[in-house]
């Protein structure tokens, strides 16, 4: 650089350094700033997911308030199990006190090979008056040192369960609510809870949660409760 510079006229030798900053100050401000990286957004409590869930759809609830909390369960599902276990009586418990209505709806997977099975049974319990106590044990059973807080098993007739579990409609009455709650726009996954509000016709206009972790909370935030930390 010096040895070039040594050859050019004074005049050439300063139009050569005033060239060469400029180019260099010029690439500077050009060059575009740093983004910032930002945290993705958390996804939404609520799914911009609407399902119109028909009056005789909805067999299984307790309560009878205009909210209604729709769940899809399939009883072979490890995760409906520890939504059981971990929440399943603080659902119940705002049934019961008349804030919301709680529904079941199945929805056996076919990865689970019992699941079918296992809701036909839940029926045949309901038609002995204990659907509920029937969901409660599938999901949670009693067992004196794991979990003592468990259901016990419902006290059935055994020849009408048995008569029961052995006639096709009892499956395909499983089978049929699945479909219709696929038919209405639910997803096939499971625990699934869809929150909405009854018509007067019975049925409920209902929203989709992204996961069983958030129901309680939004749940609570529906009905106007302070959540439960």
């Not at 119109?52 to 909210?67: K, W, Y």
């Not at 909390?69 to 009883?75: G, M």
């Not at 971990?86 to 006190?97: I, K, Y």
Request: with cysteine; net charge negative; aromatic share 4%.
């Amino acid at each position: 650089m010096q040895a070039w510079l040594k050859r050019l006229t004074p005049g050439e030798a300063l139009m050569a350094v005033i060239l060469v900053l400029g180019l260099g100050v010029g690439l500077h401000v050009r060059r575009p700033p740093a983004e910032p990286v930002s945290a993705p957004a958390p996804a939404p409590a609520v799914q911009d997911v609407s399902v119109m869930f028909d009056a005789a759809l909805l067999r299984h609830t307790i309560g009878d308030a205009g909210f209604v909390v729709v769940k899809l369960v399939d009883f072979e599902c490890p995760i409906c199990k520890q939504f059981e276990v971990a929440e399943g009586a603080r659902l119940r418990a705002l049934a019961e006190s008349g804030r919301i209505t709680l529904a079941t709806v199945h929805m056996p997977l076919n990865i689970h090979p019992q699941a079918v099975t296992l809701a036909v049974s839940a029926e045949c319990a309901g038609e002995q008056g204990q659907f509920w106590e029937a969901h409660d044990y599938l999901l949670h059973p009693y067992d004196a040192l794991a979990s003592p807080e468990g259901a016990p098993r419902p006290v059935l007739d055994a020849d009408a369960l048995a008569a029961c579990r052995a006639d096709p409609a009892t499956e395909e009455r499983v089978r049929a609510d699945a479909e219709l709650a696929l038919a209405s726009g639910a997803r096939p996954a499971t625990p699934a809870f869809y929150l909405g509000t009854r018509h007067a016709d019975g049925s409920v206009r209902a929203t989709a949660l992204t996961s069983a972790a958030s129901v309680m909370a939004e749940i609570e935030r529906r009905i106007g409760m302070a959540p439960v930390l």
